[in-house]
């Protein structure tokens, strides 16, 4: 079973909520159906950028990455079109 670490971005709010699961389009369905309760103050979400692993572990070291400062600094660039994927 594949993990996936995630990051959704909600343009309306300019929001960025990063997190990791086994089921990617059921996670994103929660988010999206105010069952979160961080983010759905800030609905809706879209996927804007994620990654495969085939260990919780893998996918929760990524994700740990992603929140840090530098990982914040590739996402925004990502969504503002700096970086190619």
Same mark, same amino acid.
Do not use: C
């Given at each position: 079973?594949?993990? /996936?670490?995630?990051?959704?971005?909600?343009? %309306?709010? &300019?929001?960025?909520?990063?997190? +990791?699961?086994?089921?990617? %389009?059921?996670?994103?369905?929660?988010? &999206?159906?105010?069952?979160?309760? /961080?983010?759905?103050? /800030?609905?809706? @979400?879209?996927?804007?950028?994620?990654?495969?692993?085939?260990?919780?572990?893998?996918?929760?070291?990524?994700?740990?990455?992603?929140?840090? +400062?530098?990982?914040? %600094?590739?996402? @925004?660039?990502?969504? &503002?079109?700096?970086?190619? +994927?």
């Amino acid at each position: 079973m594949p993990f /996936y670490t995630y990051v959704l971005h909600s343009s %309306e709010h &300019n929001k960025i909520y990063i997190g +990791q699961s086994s089921d990617l %389009e059921k996670r994103l369905w929660e988010h &999206n159906s105010g069952l979160s309760k /961080y983010t759905k103050r /800030y609905m809706p @979400w879209v996927i804007v950028y994620k990654e495969e692993f085939t260990s919780r572990s893998e996918a929760m070291k990524r994700e740990k990455e992603i929140k840090s +400062q530098k990982g914040r %600094e590739f996402i @925004w660039k990502l969504i &503002n079109g700096g970086v190619r +994927q």
